[in-house]
């Protein structure tokens, strides 16, 4: 399975953007199936967990560090995981990758997922 990540871009602290993540290829369908996540990495730090939701959307899990202005949801129907960001700051600025979890729930741990995205930049302006 291939997964896109789309939506990052330049934004003002304070202001927010949505990232896509859609899964395509011939496997795409069994995502429906898996949790999936977010994840992100800042200039010289290691990937950090930010969300993940469970394969129904029944369970979502946030880091502490966004939780309460992020939130995570998916549409199953369309292979796609969406990340809403409000009231971003400096400290948010990051590759952001998506990943799709070996089981039926997302975790926070990095191994526990099996295919990833390619990231897209997040830039927060102070």
């Known amino acids: 399975v291939q997964l896109q990540a789309s939506g990052g871009g330049l934004v003002q602290a304070g202001g927010f953007l949505r990232l896509s993540c859609a899964a395509s290829?011939?496997?795409?369908?069994?995502?429906?199936?898996?949790?999936m996540g977010w994840f992100r990495q800042a200039p010289g730090k290691e990937r950090e967990f930010v969300a993940g939701i469970s394969w129904n959307g029944g369970i979502t899990s946030y880091s502490d560090s966004v939780k309460g202005r992020f939130t995570i949801s998916r549409d199953r129907a369309k292979n796609t995981i969406y990340l809403q960001m409000n009231s971003l700051k400096p400290d948010d600025t990051a590759v952001y990758y998506c990943a799709v979890a070996r089981s039926a729930v997302a975790s926070s741990a990095n191994n526990s997922y099996r295919s990833w995205g390619q990231g897209t930049l997040v830039t927060v302006s102070s």
């Open positions: 290829g011939r496997t795409a369908s069994t995502v429906s199936n898996n949790g």
